[in-house]
């Protein structure tokens, strides 16, 4: 369909998992990319791969300065910045009384600063490239229906959920041509997913079969799976819709 053609999209944590899956289908949909990852060589790698429409950058959300080169050096590469993902991000487990302080700071630095910072750098090159643009944020069904053992990233996501509409408003009071919405996936196979399956809790084969139960369709979801609900949000099809929560989590986030 290339409903990505002349899309120049920044994508966060591009290196791996969703990110990756993300950046794949804007450059298959017609579009460009530039890859920001703290794990420089393996984005540098899959840009290589992509092509003359792809590039990697180091990106380390937590870093404002970091924010900064990046929407510089997307558009030396490409000229312009039109679509934002914010997909960058961390879960571990923890609760408040007895959960370390670091995972806190950690999670909240990368899951919610981390996407502030994207936006605060990302809108005025949006807003001076006089095109239709879209930033795209992940949060989890975890935002809609925050989970008793990860406290700082039930934080981080409802917060990035609260920030999501406030800036969709904000930049829509203003008659900024910038949608800003969000897709919520429930447990994906990505390596973040695959860090709780391989934890030595329990059996991979138990953990997996205990994380599809949390979803109404019963298995795991793919990358590629959320990749097209982003890409649909970042493209034009969407050019109605701001503020919006798209979930891609099997029904997790209803069951009651």
């Not at 950690?106 to 605060?120: C, E």
């Not at 239709?132 to 809609?144: F, Q, R, T, Y």
């Not at 079969?209 to 990749?227: K, Q, W």
Request: aromatic share 6%.
């Amino acid at each position: 369909m290339m409903r990505m053609q002349g899309k120049v999209a920044l994508v966060s944590g591009g290196a791996e998992g969703i990110g990756e899956a993300v950046a794949r289908l804007i450059v298959a949909e017609g579009g460009s990319v530039m890859l920001g990852d703290v794990q420089l060589e393996k984005a540098e790698g899959i840009a290589a791969e992509l092509g003359e429409r792809a590039a990697a950058t180091p990106l380390d959300v937590r870093d404002l300065a970091q924010w900064e080169a990046a929407v510089a050096a997307t558009l030396a590469r490409f000229g312009k910045l039109t679509v934002l993902c914010n997909i960058a991000g961390i879960s571990e487990p923890g609760n408040v009384p007895e959960g370390a302080l670091d995972v806190w700071e950690r999670t909240i630095g990368i899951n919610l600063n981390g996407p502030f910072y994207g936006m605060r750098t990302g809108i005025p090159a949006m807003a001076a490239s006089g095109e239709h643009c879209a930033i795209v944020n992940i949060g989890s069904m975890i935002a809609l229906r925050p989970a008793s053992f990860v406290a700082a990233y039930s934080a981080s996501k409802t917060g990035l959920r609260g920030l999501t509409q406030s800036v969709a408003l904000d930049l829509a009071e203003r008659g900024l041509p910038i949608r800003v919405n969000m897709v919520h996936p429930g447990a994906i196979r990505t390596p973040m997913y695959n860090r709780y399956k391989f934890s030595g809790a329990d059996t991979p084969e138990n953990i997996e079969t205990n994380f599809a139960a949390t979803h109404p369709m019963n298995r795991i979801g793919e990358p590629e799976e959320v990749a097209r609900a982003v890409v649909f949000l970042a493209s034009d099809e969407a050019s109605f819709t701001t503020g919006c929560d798209l979930t891609v989590d099997g029904g997790g986030s209803i069951r009651s």
